[in-house]
């Protein structure tokens, strides 16, 4: 069984893909829904939540758990890998969607934290549009510059939007916010804009249409859910040791830290399938 943690529901987003990336693998997913949103709180409580809810899945059976949600992995993940991880669970492993991103920006792999001798690309701008936390976190251009230091980096935060989207706020009321929040960024960046994007953050595939209205054309949109499917698919095939067939047979558990049910709705929007959750306790 794999694990999948995200602050709510957002991370169904990412969930939806690897079900149909990897249709044979067992999951089961928790939503801290007791506590979320994530994308305002402080750093040290993110990462307290994040930890005791990686450990409820270790709980559950699962040996590998991937942080589906974006400001969990920019706030948490490299403290609990070098802190906690090794001394209390070193036979387990925590990923974040974070790191799929940093390769599929920077061309070099998560364990690489020099840029490569032959790595003198043309600089390149990236815009990261996310939470307020993830972007103050600065997680996005310290790892992009670790490895890249050629890619210019411009974060946008977008504060209200999460609320916005589960509000299920009107169309053409989403799409003045993104395009205020596309305006902020490209005023931002050298050149006027940027080379390519990510949507850092869960919620934010729901809107992907209203940013690519929003944005000039020809800029890439680098598809987050289908970039951590492809990255988690290529590391089980590295760590069958990791693999989530548990001879159960493929299967998709919902937990929350909330009241079962009170997401239900919500959640099916984010995963585009009936959602059924159960209480973890
Ligand atoms: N899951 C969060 C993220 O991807 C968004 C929701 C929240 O703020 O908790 O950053």
Same mark, same amino acid.
């Given at each position: 069984?794999?694990? =999948?943690?995200?602050?709510?529901?957002?991370?169904?987003?990412?969930?939806?893909?690897? =079900?149909?990336?990897l249709? !044979?693998?067992?999951?089961?997913?928790?939503?801290?829904? #007791?506590?979320?949103?994530?994308?305002? !709180?402080?750093?040290?409580?993110?990462?307290?939540?994040?930890?005791?809810?990686?450990? !409820?899945?270790?709980?559950?059976?699962?040996?590998?758990v991937?942080?589906?949600c974006?400001?969990?992995?920019?706030?948490? +993940?490299?403290?609990?890998?070098?802190?906690?991880?090794?001394?209390?669970?070193?036979?387990?492993? =925590?990923?974040?969607?974070?790191?799929?991103?940093?390769?599929?920006?920077?061309?070099?792999?998560?364990?690489?934290?020099?840029?490569?001798?032959?790595?003198?690309?043309?600089?390149?701008?990236?815009?990261?549009?996310?939470?307020?936390?993830?972007?103050?976190?600065?997680a996005?251009? +310290?790892?992009?510059?670790?490895?890249?230091?050629?890619?210019?980096?411009?974060q946008?935060?977008?504060?209200a939007?999460?609320?916005?989207?589960?509000?299920?706020?009107?169309?053409?009321?989403?799409?003045?916010?993104?395009?205020?929040?596309?305006?902020?960024?490209?005023?931002?960046?050298?050149?006027?804009?940027?080379?390519?994007?990510?949507?850092?953050?869960?919620?934010?595939?729901?809107?992907?249409?209203?940013?690519?209205?929003?944005?000039?054309?020809?800029?890439?949109?680098?598809?987050?859910?289908?970039?951590?499917?492809?990255?988690?698919?290529?590391?089980?095939r590295?760590?069958?040791?990791?693999?989530?067939?548990?001879?159960?047979?493929?299967?998709?558990?919902?937990?929350?830290?909330?009241?079962?049910?009170?997401?239900?709705? +919500? #959640?099916?929007?984010?995963?585009?399938?009936?959602?059924?959750?159960?209480?973890?306790?």
């Amino acid at each position: 069984m794999i694990g =999948v943690f995200d602050s709510g529901h957002g991370g169904l987003t990412v969930l939806r893909t690897l =079900v149909r990336r990897l249709p !044979r693998q067992a999951f089961v997913y928790l939503g801290d829904h #007791a506590n979320a949103p994530y994308g305002g !709180r402080e750093p040290d409580t993110i990462y307290r939540l994040t930890v005791a809810n990686v450990e !409820r899945l270790f709980l559950q059976g699962c040996r590998l758990v991937l942080l589906a949600c974006n400001t969990a992995s920019a706030v948490a +993940l490299r403290r609990l890998q070098q802190e906690w991880l090794p001394g209390a669970y070193p036979d387990r492993r =925590v990923l974040g969607v974070l790191v799929p991103m940093v390769e599929a920006i920077t061309a070099v792999p998560w364990r690489v934290k020099t840029p490569p001798a032959n790595g003198d690309g043309a600089p390149t701008v990236v815009g990261i549009f996310a939470t307020r936390r993830t972007v103050d976190s600065g997680a996005y251009p +310290l790892e992009i510059g670790l490895r890249a230091p050629r890619v210019r980096v411009v974060q946008q935060p977008c504060p209200a939007l999460v609320a916005r989207i589960e509000e299920n706020a009107p169309p053409d009321a989403l799409a003045a916010m993104i395009a205020g929040h596309v305006a902020d960024l490209l005023a931002r960046c050298p050149g006027g804009r940027p080379d390519s994007v990510v949507l850092g953050c869960t919620h934010y595939p729901l809107v992907a249409d209203a940013f690519a209205a929003a944005l000039p054309s020809g800029i890439a949109v680098l598809d987050q859910p289908r970039i951590v499917a492809d990255s988690l698919a290529d590391y089980l095939r590295r760590h069958p040791e990791f693999d989530g067939r548990d001879g159960t047979g493929p299967a998709v558990r919902f937990l929350t830290t909330g009241p079962a049910g009170a997401s239900n709705g +919500l #959640a099916t929007r984010f995963f585009s399938r009936p959602v059924e959750f159960a209480a973890i306790g």
